[in-house]
T-cell receptor, first 114, second 114 residues
Framework: DGGITQSPKYLFRKEGQNVTLSCEQN?????MYWYRQDPGQGLRLIYY???????QKGDIAEGYSVSREKKESFPLTVTSAQKNPTAFYLC?????????????FGNGTRLTVT | AQSVTQLGSHVSVSEGALVLLRCNYS??????LFWYVQYPNQGLQLLLK??????LVKGINGFEAEFKKSETSFHLTKPSAHMSDAAEYFC????????????FGGGTRVLVKP
């Protein structure tokens, strides 16, 4: 079955360490996204990529970095510059970039930084 | 800039009763509107979307939503709640621009009582 795989499901890190979250899709989608979810705040867009080797900042990109070297992969690095990294991170993809291309989500990675 | 407001972070309904989740949006252009559902520790799944065709939109699992431009609302309803409807629901808006970027509301968690 096609879908989006995020790993690991739970991740624990010490403050000051960089950490990379994995996102892989086998839907052959062109666009991929990273969202951060905090209780009561909904989802906020971190980065998105419409095509391989290209990506744009979302609303809360500070302290994060991404790469898009392959169509199926869009890893997110949470750097030590991110002041409040503990959150639930969701990766998504869509076939196109218009409103008629709904987002497909992975099951998320819960990151805890202490 | 777009924004979405979901009235009520928690809603409790009895099994068999009407489910009503409120969503109001702000957009400078004709909006595209979406409702997503999230089950515990999972990603989001699209329930339905409004893309300027019919104002009453039917989705999966018996849900529907009505777009009311005069009220800038897109409320989600289901005539009869089922235990399996217990989840968190998110309203989202897109301006249709390239990137398929969605702005999400804060979410409404639904509890279904037997």
């Amino acid at each position: 079955d096609g879908g989006i795989t995020q790993s690991p499901k739970y991740l624990f890190r010490k403050e000051g360490q960089n950490v990379t979250l994995s996102c892989e899709q086998n839907l052959n989608h062109d666009a991929m996204y990273w969202y951060r979810q905090d209780p009561g705040q909904g989802l906020r867009l971190i980065y998105y990529s419409q095509i391989v080797n290209d990506f744009q900042k979302g609303d809360i990109a500070e302290g994060y970095s991404v790469s898009r070297e392959k169509k199926e992969s869009f890893p997110l690095t949470v750097t030590s510059a991110q002041k409040n990294p503990t959150a639930f991170y969701l990766c998504a993809s869509s076939a196109g970039t218009g409103f008629n291309s709904p987002l497909h989500f992975g099951n998320g990675t819960r990151l805890t930084v202490t | 800039a777009q924004s979405v407001t979901q009235l009520g972070s928690h809603v409790s309904v009895s099994e068999g009763a009407l489910v009503l989740l409120r969503c109001n949006y702000s957009s400078s252009v004709p909006p595209y509107l979406f409702w997503y559902v999230q089950y515990p520790n999972q990603g989001l799944q699209l329930l339905l979307k409004y893309t300027s065709a019919a104002t009453l939109v039917k989705g999966i699992n018996g849900f529907e939503a009505e777009f009311k431009k005069s009220e800038t609302s897109f409320h989600l309803t289901k005539p009869s709640a089922h235990m399996s409807d217990a989840a968190e629901y998110f309203c989202a808006v897109s301006d249709g621009a390239a990137g398929n970027k969605l702005t999400f509301g804060g979410g409404t968690r639904v509890l279904v009582k037997p």
